[in-house]
């Protein structure tokens, strides 16, 4: 599964600018702490069809990418990888789930984005 969304995300990048994801949530906390941005973190599960979905309708859009890239540190993580991201923190049994984090101190900017959510429902959180 993680095959598919690398070849979707590689996919994306040859059409458009692409949202630059990181796959390591302290890293790129390091690197929004730097760049005076928050943090968006999109969890995923393995074999949910809404998330591909997601990545296709929401993601690839040229707004969404621009205004994600100017703003955030974007994190993709999948819920079964437990070490990717602190879990105890945002902890969901609805997928995808979308959160909109503090780089200072890694709560909630807002409520968060959870099972299907349309590009029109990203671009108000924004």
């Known amino acids: 599964m993680k095959i598919f969304f690398t070849l979707l995300v590689m996919a994306a990048t040859l059409f458009s600018e692409h ?3 990181q796959n390591d949530f302290d890293a790129a906390l ?3 702490k730097a760049q005076k941005k928050e943090i968006l973190l999109l969890v995923l599960k393995k074999e949910c069809a809404e998330c591909k979905k997601i990545f296709v309708e929401v ?3 040229k707004e969404v990418q621009e205004e ?3 703003k955030y540190i974007a994190v993709v993580a999948f ?3 437990k070490n990717s991201y602190p879990i105890e923190l945002f902890y969901t049994q ?3 789930s979308l ?3 503090s780089s200072k101190d890694e709560s909630y ?3 968060p984005l959870r099972g299907h959510f349309t590009k029109d429902d990203v671009l108000k959180s924004l």
């Open 19 to 21: 949202i630059r994801w």
């Open 30 to 32: 390091f690197k929004a």
């Open 59 to 61: 993601f690839n859009d």
């Open 68 to 70: 994600v890239n100017r």
């Open 79 to 81: 819920f079964e990888d």
């Open 94 to 96: 609805a997928f995808p």
């Open 99 to 101: 959160f909109f984090v």
């Open 109 to 111: 900017l807002q409520k």
